[in-house]
């Protein structure tokens, strides 16, 4: 059992399975991108989780206690708020054994107190972690790009944008890259990508007032970089786009949280190229992007040199 505060209100008591349910519902409807009013069926949920009914429906109660939900009798169970303003921060729920396991792994790696080889029951002992959790948390890095298995039971981080020389070098590759991308001859928004992602910066501009940032912030950056890579529709843009953004990942994790001012600032520096092409102004568009990145370069992070 752990315990956690939901806003000024009394402490309530969290079951850490539950807890872990909870947040890959919270995950899955965020994935969805569903609107508030929407019904969260526990059959439905059962089975795009790989579950019985009656561990969701105790999730879902978990959720009612926090807000993120209201059940109306003989209706049903429905989401009170959009999913896209759903984040860690926000809605009171502790992060999980595997979450505080991530942020150590990374940040650790990010400082150089950890090897880029590793191996599971190295990092069992140095943590003190489960075996499951450890092998969990390696397979998410691995599905974000951060690490490689390699012959027998190890692990490598990947390389990743980590010293101030690699840094520059993406940042003069990605000039040359990203505001062209925009004026490509194929560039075409899909306007309902577009409308989500307005929809998630604006949701994170507001939780960023008042919360610290967390990973999803790092997952909304790569996928409005991504984005402009897939509008392009030149398949070698999205390539070295998705590139850069695995690349930078561990370290705009870290930088994150480290100045959420600039955070903020990157939101509406977002937005802003969003509502250009929303105006049909890619030439807008593309300036604001090169000044976007400009301005990150002349905000660099501390580095920890090996």
């Known amino acids: 059992m752990q315990e956690a505060h939901a806003g000024n209100t009394a402490v309530i008591r969290v079951n850490q399975f539950h ?36 561990p969701v429906r105790a999730a879902l109660r978990l959720l009612e206690r926090f807000g993120v939900v209201r059940t109306i009798p ?19 729920l502790p992060p999980t054994g595997e979450e505080r396991l ?10 150089n107190r950890l090897d880029r080889q590793i191996n599971v029951t190295g990092l069992v002992r140095r943590y003190r972690a489960s075996r499951s959790q450890v092998e969990r948390v390696l397979a998410r890095l691995a599905d974000e790009g951060l690490v490689e298995r390699e012959a027998g039971r190890g692990w490598r981080f990947l390389p990743a944008v980590d010293n101030p020389q690699v ?15 925009i004026l490509d001859p194929g560039f075409r928004p899909d306007h309902k ?19 610290m940032p967390s990973r999803r912030l790092v997952e909304v950056d ?27 990942r561990l370290m705009e994790f870290q ?22 092409l929303e105006a049909g102004d890619q030439e807008r568009a593309a300036d604001l992007m090169r000044k976007h990145i400009e301005v990150s370069r002349d905000v660099p992070p501390n580095f920890v040199e090996d």
């Open 167 to 181: 840094l520059e070098e993406s940042y003069r590759f990605r000039l040359t890259v990203e505001p062209m991308a």
């Open 193 to 211: 990508r577009l409308g989500k992602l307005k929809r998630q910066h604006e949701a994170l501009i507001g939780e960023l007032a008042h919360t």
């Open 19 to 54: 807890a872990d349910l909870a947040r890959r519902i919270v995950d899955l409807v965020r994935e969805r991108d569903c609107p508030t009013g929407c019904q969260l069926k526990e059959q439905w949920l059962a089975d795009e989780l790989g579950l019985s009914r009656s």
């Open 255 to 276: 930088f994150s949280m480290a100045d959420p001012e600039r955070m903020v600032q990157s939101c509406r520096e977002h937005l802003a190229i969003l509502d250009a």
């Open 222 to 248: 790569a996928g409005f970089h991504e984005a402009i890579g897939a509008w392009s529709n030149n398949r070698f843009i999205l390539q070295a786009i998705q590139q850069q953004t695995r690349l930078r």
């Open 102 to 111: 991530y942020a150590a792994l990374t940040r650790d790696r990010y400082t």
């Open 74 to 92: 003989n209706q049903g169970c429905f989401l009170t708020r959009p999913a896209a303003e759903l984040d860690d921060g926000n809605w009171g």
